[in-house]
């Protein structure tokens, strides 16, 4: 145990611990707190962990070839951020991008110097600690000041309401049956066969309170919505 922590995986496991700290910060107390997603809340923590510990091996390889064994391994982590299920929305694609951004800063940060006294030379662990503080900051700025609207896709049955001279019976209609302020409504497509049109409804409200948008249609259906 005293080997492990002498070659300075103590020092690892002290960045790794900085890292999974902010971002179950970020994740917790900035995305969660709005959309009360734990599904997502669960895949950036697990993935904080992996792309930490990942990174963090390739870097323990000949200088050379950590190089470009990094970089080939986050081609291919991002290549996987758009899974085969559920296109990932715009909000949890950037909460996913900054909790591995941070993993890989925090496992190719510098290990601490010791002088021959024991005592910690530099800075590295501070570097971080500011890189850290930045980045939610720049999060915590953004989230208030930038009022996102919430928005979700409904198949909507009266079709005749979608005419530009009835948007505001469309709107009272929409707010009636889903029982959110609608902000604005935009039309998708149609199908007259079915009498039936794909709206994109933009409303206010957290994210507790948003409804399922798990619509089963075609993507060709989402155009111009």
């Not at 994210?207 to 919505?225: H, M, Q």
Request: charged share 25%.
């Amino acid at each position: 145990m005293q080997d492990i922590f002498s070659n300075g995986f103590g020092d690892t496991l002290l960045r790794f611990a900085i890292c999974i700290l902010v971002n179950w910060a970020i994740v917790h107390f900035l995305y969660f707190k709005k959309s009360k997603r734990q599904d997502f809340y669960f895949t950036f923590m697990v993935i904080s962990v992996a792309i930490f510990f990942l990174v963090y091996l390739m870097m323990g390889m000949d200088r050379g070839k950590a190089t470009m064994g990094v970089g080939l391994g986050l081609f291919g982590i991002f290549s996987i951020m758009r899974y085969r299920t559920d296109s990932m929305p715009v909000r949890e694609m950037t909460y996913l991008f900054v909790v591995i951004c941070l993993s890989v800063v925090h496992a190719m940060a510098d290990s601490l110097g010791i002088d021959v006294n024991g005592r910690l030379i530099g800075t590295p662990v501070m570097e971080l600690v500011v890189i850290d503080v930045i980045t939610l900051l720049a999060i915590i700025l953004l989230e208030r000041t930038l009022k996102m609207e919430t928005s979700k896709l409904v198949q909507y049955d009266r079709i005749e309401l979608i005419k530009p001279e009835k948007r505001k019976e469309l709107i009272a209609d929409l707010e009636l049956r889903l029982g959110i302020a609608v902000t604005d409504v935009k039309v998708g497509a149609i199908d007259f066969l079915r009498d039936m049109a794909v709206l994109r409804v933009y409303y206010q409200g957290d994210g507790d309170k948003e409804i399922d948008n798990k619509l089963k249609i075609k993507n060709s259906e989402y155009a111009n919505v």
